[in-house]
């Protein structure tokens, strides 16, 4: 009788539960017997990233010399990037040390929200950063009036906010798909596209929409920042002297480096995710898609520490054992 008639078949299966109770997040496949090893770089790092954005963020508030807007940006960038890895890193090393793989499907899809959302926000702070260089070194006598703190929390916000905006649909659009290949995740976290993969449905709408979020976020950044840059460098090149050309460059170098650390390993993970095909190993891709997370909030500070000199001395007074940091200024 049903065979007679599939589309009862197809009625049942839609009124069939498909949504798991859990995933398996199965950590760097083909690796499985170096998880011990790899799990001391990650943590390494991790612990490098925990106290390297913590300090920055404490420097930050406590030295007033700081309280500048270039220096608040670099608070949003750090907390920013404290929030991706402790999304993740905390889970993958369960995953590498106690063998800990599942996730709960909201749990799974909690963590998709914060990875995708804040490695948003991360790449939005990075473009007002340009903007802050750019309104530094072309207009400084006006830098004060225009960035001023109403202003700098508003942009702060707004980056926030577009976030949450276009990666709250990503949440809804992968709990709509019906799972039928399994829950195990080839993977250390949760993220939209290896989620979707799961699903026996049609996931046309998550491809498309995620490639758009990309775009809306990740290149409309990366066109500021190209604009913001182009402008500095044909003001400094207009500058007659040479100490000023000098002065001007290294103000920006902190700022550069952090976006190579940034953009790098994520312009290598998205295009390798949708047109490497076969051609780059499963392990390659998952390795990558966690060096885009760890790598820059564990150099950001360090670059930052290195090439930026008021939170150099703010370092070397604290070292030294100076009493009182705040009655310090620039």
Same mark, same amino acid.
Not at 17 to 40: C, K, R, Y
Not at 92 to 97: D, E, Q, S, Y
Not at 140 to 155: D, H, W
Not at 291 to 318: A, E, F, H, S, W
């Given at each position: 009788m ?135 070194i ?39 798909l019906?799972?039928?290949?399994g ?26 929409? @995620? ?6 976020? @990740? ?51 998205f ?9 780059i ?10 060096v ?39």
């Amino acid at each position: 009788m049903i065979n007679e008639h599939p589309s009862l078949i197809l009625l049942m299966l839609n009124q069939t539960d498909l949504t798991p109770a859990s995933f398996i997040l199965n950590g760097i496949p083909g690796l499985e017997d170096m998880h011990v090893w790899i799990s001391f770089p990650f943590c390494s790092m991790y612990a490098v990233t925990v106290i390297g954005n913590c300090g920055l963020l404490y420097l930050i508030c406590c030295e007033d010399s700081l309280h500048r807007p270039m220096y608040y940006f670099l608070a949003m960038l750090s907390l920013t990037d404290l929030v991706i890895c402790s999304s993740t890193i905390p889970k993958a090393l369960c995953i590498f040390w106690l063998h800990f793989k599942e996730i709960s499907f909201s749990g799974c899809l909690v963590q998709m929200f914060f990875v995708h959302t804040f490695t948003g926000m991360e790449s939005g702070v990075l473009m007002l950063m340009a903007l802050d260089r750019y309104v530094a070194i072309c207009y400084p006598l006006r830098y004060s009036t225009i960035l001023t703190n109403p202003v700098i929390a508003k942009v702060g916000l707004a980056t926030f906010l577009r976030g949450v905006l276009l990666v709250t649909p990503l949440t809804f659009i992968i709990k709509r798909l019906p799972y039928c290949r399994g829950n195990i995740l080839y993977h250390t976290y949760c993220d939209h596209m290896s989620v979707a993969k799961l699903s026996c449905g049609n996931i046309k709408v998550n491809a498309i929409y @995620g490639l758009m979020v990309a775009l809306l976020i @990740g290149g409309f950044d990366i066109l500021c920042i190209t604009i913001s840059y182009t402008m500095i460098l044909r003001a400094v090149v207009s500058l007659s002297s040479a100490d000023a050309r000098q002065k001007a460059f290294s103000t920006c170098t902190a700022h550069i480096c952090a976006i190579v650390f940034s953009y790098s390993p994520a312009f290598f993970s998205f295009f390798s995710h949708r047109f490497g095909g076969h051609t780059i190993p499963p392990s390659c891709h998952i390795i990558v898609a966690n060096v885009y997370l760890l790598l820059p909030p564990t150099m950001n500070p360090i670059v930052y520490g290195v090439k930026t000199k008021q939170i150099r001395d703010c370092v070397i007074r604290i070292v030294s054992g100076s009493k009182d940091i705040k009655s310090q200024t620039k």
